[in-house]
C-alpha cells in the first residue's frame, strides 16, 4: 500500500489518502483475508506404506522470509524458529549489502524436498535460485541502465510485488517508486510500513506512518534498507524495466480498476471514489 501526499507545498494537507496493495476493495468484495495467502504449500506424494509424505514445498511469489521460514518448519515438521536458527550455519551465498539477512533472495519456487531435507539445504536452494536469476546479463544490465545495483533492483522488486494489484501494473508502479525518488519525494508506501510491524494490513493509520523503522517510507527517504519479501520475475522485470509515464500516484478504485496519475487533483478525485466504493461495500456486507 502506499499513501501519496500532496507535493511538499503543500504538506499541511491532511495525510488521510492511502493506497492499496491488491485493492482494499478486492478484499472487502471477496471476503478474502490476506493472512491467508500465507499457508504452507507442499506437494505430496504416497511412500510405499501409503502414507503421505511431503515430496517438495511451494514458496509463493511475495511471501516475506518470517513466511517461508514457517513453512519450512511446517514442511519438515520441526519446532517452531527452527529454520529462522538455522541461518547461522547455512552459509547462503547473499550480496554484501543483504549483511546476512535474505529477505527477497529466497526466490519463489517449487523445490523437492530430496531424501534428507534439512533447513539449511532448501535456504540454500532458494538463494542459490535468486543468484542465478538476480546476477544474469538481463538482471545486471537493467538495473545498470537504471542506475542502480542489483540489490537496489531486488528491493524495488519487492515493493512492487506488495503493491501492483495485477502484473498489468507492476511496471506503472515501478514507474512510480522511480518518479519519486527522482524528485525527492518520499515513497510513503504502506507495504513498507506493514513489514516493519510485521504485519499485513488493510489499514494503515495516521500513528504508523511515524513509527521510528528504517522500513517507514513516510519518515525516510529513499529506498528500504532490504527487500520487503522475496519478489518473482514479473517484478524483477518491472524493476529494471518500468512502463513509460510520469506517474506519482496510484490507487485501486474497484478490482480491475487502478488508476494512475501525476496529478494531485486527479488523485484525490480517484481516492474519493475509492472510499465511497469501500463504504458502499462495508454497508452491504454489515446488512448481510
Do not use: C
Not at 1 to 18: D, L, V
Amino acid at each position: 500500500m502506499q499513501t501519496n501526499t500532496p507535493p511538499r507545498s503543500a504538506r499541511g494537507t491532511r495525510r488521510t489518502i492511502r493506497l492499496t496493495r491488491r485493492g482494499r476493495i478486492a478484499l472487502i468484495v471477496t471476503g478474502a483475508v490476506v493472512a491467508g495467502t500465507a499457508v504452507a504449500v507442499p506437494l505430496l506424494t504416497t511412500d510405499d506404506e501409503g502414507e503421505s509424505r511431503p515430496a517438495s514445498l511451494v514458496i509463493p511469489e511475495g511471501w516475506r522470509a518470517a513466511q517461508v521460514y514457517e513453512a519450512v518448519d511446517k514442511t519438515l515438521a520441526l519446532p517452531v524458529g527452527t529454520t529462522k536458527k538455522s541461518l547461522a550455519k547455512a552459509d547462503l551465498k547473499l550480496p554484501n549489502d543483504a549483511e546476512g539477512n535474505p529477505e527477497g533472495y529466497l526466490f519463489p519456487a517449487t523445490y523437492p524436498l530430496g531424501e534428507a531435507p534439512t533447513p539449511e539445504k532448501l535456504l540454500t536452494a532458494m538463494v542459490d535460485t535468486a543468484n542465478e536469476k538476480f546476477t544474469g546479463a538481463p538482471v545486471a544490465a537493467g538495473a545498470q541502465r537504471n542506475a542502480l545495483n542489483v540489490y537496489q533492483a531486488v528491493t524495488i522488486a519487492s515493493i512492487v510485488q506488495a503493491e501492483a494489484a495485477t502484473k498489468e501494473d507492476m511496471g506503472k508502479v515501478a514507474r512510480v517508486i522511480f518518479n519519486r525518488l527522482e524528485r525527492g519525494m518520499p515513497l510513503q508506501m504502506d507495504s513498507t510500513i506493514n513489514y516493519a510491524l510485521g504485519r499485513s494490513t488493510l489499514a494503515t493509520t495516521t500513528k504508523d506512518t511515524r513509527i521510528d523503522s528504517p522500513y517507514n517510507s513516510y519518515q525516510r527517504m529513499g529506498l528500504p534498507p532490504t527487500p520487503i519479501d522475496n519478489p518473482g520475475d514479473e517484478a524483477l522485470r518491472a524493476a529494471i524495466n518500468p512502463t513509460p509515464g510520469d506517474w506519482l500516484y496510484f490507487v485501486t478504485v474497484k478490482p480491475g480498476d487502478t488508476r494512475f496519475t501525476a496529478d494531485y487533483a486527479e488523485h484525490r478525485s480517484n481516492v474519493a471514489e475509492f472510499n465511497r466504493v469501500r463504504q458502499d461495500a462495508a454497508e452491504d456486507d454489515r446488512a448481510t
